[in-house]
C-alpha cells in the first residue's frame, strides 16, 4: 500500500517555544514595566479590556494589536488610533514586528517588544533620553521643556525663530519624535533621571 506525501511542518525557532513575549514600556506612565503577552491577539490601547492597558494621555482606547501568528511572526497593527502607531519611528498601518523593536503610541509610550521574562534578560543599561543631541540642540531641548515658545527660545539663546525651528528639526529627526510635546516629555525624563 502507497502512502501519500509526508506534510512538513515549518519549524518554529526553539527560542521562541521556551521564552514568553512581552512588551517593555520605556516611556510612558507606566514606564520601567515588563508586560506579558499571552494570547494569539493582544489589544494595546485605554480600554479595560486590552491586554497592555495603557491610560496616557494620546492613546486610543483600542489603539493597536499585536496578532502571533504561525513559525513565530508577529504583526502590529494600528485599529484606526486617534494618534498613530509607529515602528521603530515609522508610522505604520500593518508591519511585521521583530524582538527589540519600538513601538509608539501618540507623543508619549514607547514600549520595547521581546522574548523571555525580565529573569532572562540581561539589565540594559540606562540611555540618556536625549542621546545624540548637541550642546545647542540640548539647550533649545531644554528651554521647550520649560514652555517657551520658539521666539521666547531665541530671545534666550540669541538666536532668531527660524534658527530654532531648524534645530527642533533636527532634534525631533534624532529623537525620532513627533511633536513638540514629545519633546517636553522627553526633557522631562531626563530631568527626572
Same mark, same amino acid.
Given at each position: 500500500?502507497?502512502?501519500g506525501?509526508?506534510?512538513?511542518?515549518?519549524?518554529?525557532p526553539?527560542?521562541?517555544?521556551s521564552k514568553a513575549p512581552?512588551?517593555?514600556?520605556?516611556a510612558?506612565? %507606566?514606564? @520601567?514595566?515588563?508586560?506579558? =503577552?499571552?494570547?494569539?491577539?493582544?489589544?494595546?490601547?485605554?480600554?479595560?479590556k486590552? +491586554?497592555? /492597558?495603557?491610560?496616557d494621555?494620546?492613546?486610543?482606547?483600542?489603539?493597536?494589536?499585536?496578532?502571533?501568528?504561525?513559525a513565530?511572526?508577529v504583526?502590529?497593527v494600528?485599529?484606526?488610533?486617534?494618534n498613530?502607531?509607529?515602528l521603530?519611528?515609522s508610522p505604520?498601518?500593518?508591519?511585521?514586528? %521583530?524582538? @527589540?523593536?519600538?513601538i509608539? =503610541?501618540?507623543?508619549d509610550?514607547?514600549l520595547?517588544?521581546?522574548?523571555?521574562t525580565? +529573569?532572562q /534578560?540581561?539589565?540594559?543599561?540606562?540611555v540618556?533620553?536625549?542621546?545624540g543631541?548637541?550642546?545647542?540642540?540640548?539647550?533649545?531641548?531644554?528651554l521647550?521643556?520649560e514652555?517657551?515658545t520658539?521666539?521666547?527660545?531665541?530671545?534666550?539663546?540669541?538666536i532668531?525663530?527660524?534658527?530654532?525651528m531648524?534645530?527642533l528639526?533636527?532634534i525631533y529627526?534624532?529623537?525620532?519624535?513627533?511633536?513638540?510635546?514629545?519633546?517636553?516629555?522627553?526633557?522631562?525624563?531626563?530631568?527626572?533621571?
Open positions: 500500500m502507497a502512502e506525501p509526508t506534510k512538513i511542518k515549518p519549524r518554529v526553539q527560542r521562541r517555544r512581552h512588551v517593555e514600556v520605556l510612558g506612565l %507606566r514606564r @520601567g514595566e515588563t508586560i506579558a =503577552l499571552d494570547a494569539a491577539e493582544c489589544i494595546i490601547g485605554r480600554s479595560s486590552a +491586554a497592555v /492597558r495603557l491610560e494621555d494620546g492613546v486610543s482606547r483600542q489603539h493597536a494589536k499585536l496578532l502571533f501568528g504561525e513565530g511572526i504583526n502590529l494600528d485599529l484606526g488610533s486617534t498613530g502607531t509607529f521603530n519611528g505604520i498601518d500593518v508591519a511585521l514586528v %521583530r524582538e @527589540g523593536d519600538r509608539e =503610541l501618540g507623543p509610550v514607547v520595547r517588544f521581546g522574548y523571555g525580565p +529573569a /534578560r540581561q539589565a540594559a543599561p540606562a540618556d533620553p536625549l542621546q543631541l548637541s550642546k545647542r540642540e540640548r539647550e533649545v531641548a531644554a521647550v521643556g514652555g517657551l520658539n521666539a521666547q527660545i531665541g530671545e534666550r539663546l540669541h532668531s525663530p527660524y534658527t530654532v531648524t534645530h528639526s533636527n529627526g534624532k529623537l525620532e519624535i513627533p511633536s513638540r510635546a514629545a519633546l517636553a516629555k522627553r526633557v522631562s525624563d531626563a530631568r527626572s533621571r
